[in-house]
T-cell receptor
């Protein structure tokens, strides 16, 4: 297993367009997390799945943000009607149990023009 | 309200000397603390962690110290190597939102040959 992977690595879009990012966690990791990182800041928690259940989504930044993990394996994060303020690095992490370290993917860098 | 703070945005150290990175937190519900290292264009990489029931954890050149009464933790790197040059984030978790991580703003470490 090569770790957490994310696709695409870079995305440039125009304001108002929808974008979708994919995350493939480490095999057998039942916990999957999405974070956002803006320049000069640490990652900021967005949402969390345990298997296919989204157990925390109150930290999603607005109702334009949504995430799914339909079969408890890969996950997608969608941003509708993108705004310039959505430009950031979107990070995915996975873990196999609470209080174990989360392993991060390389991130998807989004630029909204 | 920043619950995890890294007050030094940057630190420069000579190769072979000790690097000390500091982190303060405010939320007394945090019970697990982690340090991550991040290179440009990559996701954070886990370094070392410590549970709140301990005050020290060591792994090779890396040691993390936790002072619960002061709500302070530090990462010591001895001896520092040029390859250690990166941004270091401290993170904390408690028993909420699937043990989501709350990150500090990061400290950029530069190790000079």
């Amino acid at each position: 297993d090569t770790g957490v992977s994310q696709d695409p690595r870079h995305k440039i879009t125009k304001r108002g367009q929808n974008v979708t990012f994919r995350c493939d966690p480490i095999s057998e990791h039942n916990r999957l997390y999405w974070y956002r990182q803006t320049l000069g800041q640490g990652p900021e928690f967005l949402t969390y799945f345990q298997n296919e259940a989204q157990l925390e989504k109150s930290r999603l930044l607005s109702d334009r943000f949504s995430a799914e993990r339909p079969k408890g394996s890969f996950s997608t994060l969608e941003i509708q009607r993108t705004e310039q303020g959505d430009s950031a690095m979107y990070l995915c992490a996975s873990s196999d149990s609470p209080h174990n370290e989360q392993f991060f993917g390389p991130g998807t860098r989004l630029t909204v023009l | 309200d920043q619950q995890v703070k890294q007050n030094s945005p940057s630190l420069s150290v000579q190769e072979g000397r000790i690097s000390i990175l500091n982190c303060d937190y405010t939320n007394s519900m945090f019970d697990y603390f982690l340090w991550y290292k991040k290179y440009p264009a990559e996701g954070p990489t886990f370094l070392i962690s410590i549970s709140s029931i301990k005050d020290k954890n060591e792994d090779g050149r890396f040691t993390v110290f936790l002072n619960k009464s002061a709500k302070h933790l530090s990462l010591h790197i001895v001896p520092s190597q040029p390859g250690d040059s990166a941004v270091y984030f401290c993170a904390a978790s408690g028993n909420n939102a699937g043990n989501m991580l709350t990150f500090g703003g990061g400290t950029r470490l530069m190790v000079k040959p």
